[in-house]
């Protein structure tokens, strides 16, 4: 077995090397070996940096001198050590150090502190721009190579490095104890509830295939009386955790202003101390009830530690050890529980009793409840395809062209599909519609893609009236020839307005008319050739070659009477 060094020269070892003293002087003035030496500082170092301890009293003096000496062998070392200043003799103040069992190592005749004392560090005079470089995020290495360049400082890397670490090793302050006034705050938090067990025999609902389910408890708890409300849930789902809020606020007959809750998926989309994302359902949840959600800080357990030691006593006095026919049944003990163990209890810290420091206080402040509960919907994020429409339960709904591409919010109750932006703005609002039909808002149309023919007959002759009353006049002829299909005629007519003159496409419509021809290549045809107006003759009464009507009937009558040639 090794040889071991006893407490008071291991001590001695890690006190004289805390004061600066180099492994080789340390190994002189205690007679022992530098590999011993260095094997219990680097175990002091390590032991340092896992638990941390309170300074010990093992040196009470300033060391300044040392001289080593040697009465007896084995554990009978020790050595000398001048202290302090010279007296009225002229001789330094001597103590003997790593004396067999002594528990004070060295106990000097002045004694200016165990901790700080000794030869002050090189780094000292740059303390103020050493502080100034760490509240800037640099680190030690940074700050010594700064020194030496801007000021020449001459002493090494581990000079800085210790001063730097002595700087940082600070006390911890204590933590700030928050008490809220009745009906302010309620924390929520979830933790793993009893099994879940179905009885042989009993069939297994649809879709489960053991017969025994975990399940997870949610607890509220009011933060002045402590009162809470427990329920279990078989999934931590945005639709269950509202469901459980809302029992627990008509359960205490009132809302608390505020909800402290952790960054649970259901709750929180992006965790955030300052300025989390909430899930938009929950979001007006919280509007419905007249309450505000704020998120903890992520990794901060401590934010909410009045529900964080209420999971634990639920766990552990009321389900622990029990398990349950169903869900049911352990809402049901739970309810029974919270009002004849929790309520009944004097709570630890407030020293009353919870039932009557609610009835009593915290209850009268609650917010009322609403006149009806919260809508029940279907929500989920959609992303606006290329053709501007959404789906929402297999049918296709319009949202406003600005939003294309985007991702929006789409809530449906079986009766009406309601759309929002990011900032939970409603965009757009239709009747629901059967599984593969669109749904399109004329609104949602740009401009630019509306055809001519959905604005309608009307719309495209007004716009024919533009050119001239010739082409009206033909464009209302064209229609009552062709019916339907001179639609498109029309959009074709004013196509032509893109290439040619007002004038020359009314000179074509007029000559067009006066032929009596209503197709669009005949205008086409006239605009490349040109044409003549087709000219108009008036009967005459009178001619010299015209003969009368009653000498007609004579000759007709005189030809019929004539008897035949033979």
């Known amino acids: 077995m090794a040889n071991r060094l006893k407490m008071a020269t291991v001590h001695s070892i890690q006190e004289l090397r805390q004061r600066g ?10 007679g022992i070996h530098r590999d011993t030496v260095a094997r219990y500082v680097r175990l002091a170092g390590s032991d340092a940096e896992s638990s941390p301890t309170e300074p010990s009293n093992l040196i009470t003096g300033s060391i300044l001198f040392a001289t080593s000496s040697y009465d007896g062998p084995g554990d009978s070392k020790q050595a000398t050590v001048r202290d302090g200043p010279p007296g009225p003799d002229g001789n330094h103040s001597e103590v003997l150090v ?22 002050a560090s090189r780094s000292e005079p740059y303390r103020e721009e050493i502080t100034a470089k760490l509240e800037q995020g640099l680190s030690a290495q940074r700050i010594w190579q700064d020194l030496v360049a801007d000021h020449g400082f001459t002493a090494g890397y581990q000079s800085v490095q210790r001063f730097v670490r002595g700087l940082r090793s600070t006390t911890p302050l204590p933590f700030r104890r928050m008490e809220c006034e009745p009906g302010e705050e309620a924390q929520v938090d979830f933790g793993t509830g009893a099994w879940v067990v179905t009885p042989e025999g009993e069939a297994l609902p649809v879709g489960v295939k053991s017969r025994r389910r975990r399940t997870h408890v949610f607890r509220i708890v009011l933060s002045h009386s402590r009162k809470a409300y427990s329920e279990v849930v078989y999934r931590q789902t945005t639709d269950d955790f509202i469901r459980c809020l809302e029992n627990a606020f008509h359960h205490f007959g009132g809302v608390p202003k505020t909800l402290v809750v952790d960054n649970l998926k259901a709750a929180v989309i992006k965790a955030d101390w300052y300025d989390p994302e909430l899930n938009p359902k929950l979001r007006s949840f919280c509007l419905h009830y007249g309450t505000v959600v704020l998120p903890t800080k992520p990794r901060m357990p401590r934010h909410k530690g009045k529900t964080e030691r209420g999971i634990a006593y639920v766990q552990s006095n009321a389900l622990k050890g029990r398990t349950f026919p169903s869900l049911d049944a352990q809402n049901r003990h739970l309810l029974d529980w919270e009002a004849n163990v929790a309520d009944t209890r004097i709570h630890g810290t407030t020293r009353r009793q919870v039932k009557k420091t609610f009835q009593e206080v915290e209850q009268p402040l609650l917010q009322p409840l609403p006149v009806g509960r919260f809508p029940c919907f279907k929500e989920a994020c959609r992303k606006v395809g290329r053709d501007g429409h959404i ?30 932006n990011n900032q939970f703005t409603q965009i757009a609002i239709h009747p629901q519609r059967e599984p593969g039909r669109f749904r399109t808002d004329d609104g949602h149309v740009p401009r630019e893609k509306r055809s001519k023919i959905e604005r309608g007959v009307t719309y495209l002759l007004n716009r024919v009236g533009l050119i001239g009353p010739c082409s009206e006049e033909w464009a209302e002829q064209m229609l009552q020839h062709r019916g339907i299909e001179g639609v498109r005629v029309l959009m074709g007519l004013l196509s032509l307005a893109d290439r040619h003159s007002c004038e020359f496409i009314e000179q074509a419509c007029e000559i067009a008319a006066t032929h009596g021809a209503y197709r669009l290549r005949t205008i086409r045809e006239l605009l490349k050739r040109g044409g003549r107006k087709q000219k108009q003759f008036e009967f005459m009464d009178k001619h010299p070659i015209i003969r009368s009507l009653n000498e007609y009937n004579d000759l007709v009558h005189t030809a019929i009477t004539k008897e035949p040639w033979r």
């Open 21 to 30: 003293w180099s492994q080789r002087r340390i190994a002189r003035t205690l």
């Open 98 to 119: 790593g004396v067999q069992n002594r528990p004070n190592l060295i106990t000097g005749s002045t004694c200016r502190g165990a901790i700080n004392s000794g030869p």
């Open 391 to 420: 789906q929402v339960d297999q049918a296709y709904y319009s949202v406003p062209p600005e939003y294309l591409g985007w991702r929006v919010w789409a809530r449906w109750d079986g009766r009406v599909v309601r759309v929002f």
